[in-house]
């Protein structure tokens, strides 16, 4: 079964439990999913306890990403000493994004196939990233975009709605350091840098408006066709961690002022000299 995490919560949690039945008639399941949180089947059943392996893909230790480099250099026959540590920096532990570098590297220093000894220089590297930057963005910047135009619920006094998918990406975008997010944030932390910018941060419902955002946050990217998914929150520790790793060489190297200024407001909601 590929692609579980494209379920939404309520679907993966039905599924564990039909999990134990196929394992009782003898019927083995693969399910291939990307999620954060180690043992999130059993989360949802407890009867799973034992009775599943997981095998993590992740993460790439550096002498991983290192070998993957050195085999590149050697089959094309390049020196890439001036650059390797910066493509394992800017990679992220994500062995995509570092063959994604190195392969846009040999593009740009003219490496098309084995020949005499050539270098890779940082001045190489240093066009591959503005590249990949360019590509994330656009696909990026559309799937936020969408996300943060969710449609406000009305608060239950009858009132305009609270926004929170907006809002979220207000802060998310403008008040974290990628390396936080890299460790993901719990939801003391969001809701901290939201009540600073959102104007009902007063409001009673507040919380509670959070909490149903945060817990359905996987199901606004599946409703607004978010595929892959970005974000993933664990109702278990109360964190949001990043699904997808691009995502972080994304947050790091883009400025993000003139998209977030370009958002569409909820209803109700206006812009007074720069501020919502």
């Given at each position: ?155 239950q006094d009858g009132g305009k709605g609270m926004g929170m998918p907006f809002f979220f990406i207000q802060v ?67 964190r949001l961690n990043i699904i997808d790793p691009t995502f972080f060489f994304f947050l790091k190297h883009h ?22």
């Amino acid at each position: 079964m590929e692609n579980f995490h494209y379920l939404n919560e309520q679907e993966q949690e039905a599924f564990s439990y039909d999990l134990r039945t196929f394992q009782d008639i003898d019927v083995r399941v693969i399910i291939l999913g990307i999620w954060r949180e180690r043992n999130r089947l059993t989360q949802y059943n407890g009867d799973l306890q034992d009775r599943i392996v997981e095998l993590p893909v992740e993460p790439w230790e550096n002498y991983h990403l290192m070998q993957i480099i050195s085999l590149g250099e050697h089959s094309l026959n390049i020196d890439m000493s001036n650059v390797r540590d910066s493509i394992l920096n800017e990679s992220f532990g994500n062995v995509g994004v570092l063959q994604e570098l190195c392969r846009k590297c040999c593009y740009i220093a003219g490496i098309v196939e084995t020949g005499s000894k050539r270098n890779v220089l940082s001045e190489h590297l240093a066009k591959a990233i503005l590249e990949n930057v360019d590509d994330y963005a656009s696909r990026f910047h559309r799937s936020l975009e969408t996300f943060a135009a969710s449609k406000p619920r009305q608060s239950q006094d009858g009132g305009k709605g609270m926004g929170m998918p907006f809002f979220f990406i207000q802060v998310f975008l403008s008040s974290f350091h990628p390396d936080e997010i890299r460790q993901g944030l719990s939801r003391s932390d969001i809701k901290n840098a939201m009540k600073k910018i959102h104007p009902n941060n007063d409001n009673q419902q507040f919380d509670s408006a959070l909490t149903v955002f945060l817990n359905r946050i996987g199901t606004y990217q599946k409703n607004k066709r978010i595929n892959p998914p970005i974000f993933d929150y664990d109702t278990n520790s109360r964190r949001l961690n990043i699904i997808d790793p691009t995502f972080f060489f994304f947050l790091k190297h883009h400025n993000h002022d003139d998209f977030l200024a370009s958002l569409k407001l909820p209803e109700g909601y206006a812009r007074s000299g720069g501020s919502i």
